[in-house]
């Protein structure tokens, strides 16, 4: 199932100012079951971010076909790559 613009939406709310704490990729997962969570660091993905937060990036991921990769298609994102970031990389 792809993500909704009510998922964005409250992935936004949650994200906004969050730091990649422990426990947050699990409280997702129970949060957005119908969607992959994987976490990294930033410096792992150099693609450009779909969204920037204060110490967060994401990157959509489409998983539909036998490769994943990294999409802007809200319509066809399948998971969230959530990339930590230091606030010293500002």
Known sequence: MAMSVADLQAIDALLAGADLEK???AALRR????LSWTGCDASDVTDTPFRIYE???IHLLNST???AQLTSDLASAT???LAKRS???D
């Open 87 to 89: 606030a010293e990389h």
């Open 23 to 25: 426990g947050l990729i």
């Open 55 to 57: 110490y967060v990036d």
């Open 65 to 67: 076909d036998h490769c």
């Open 79 to 81: 998971g969230v790559i």
């Open 31 to 34: 949060q957005f079951p119908h």
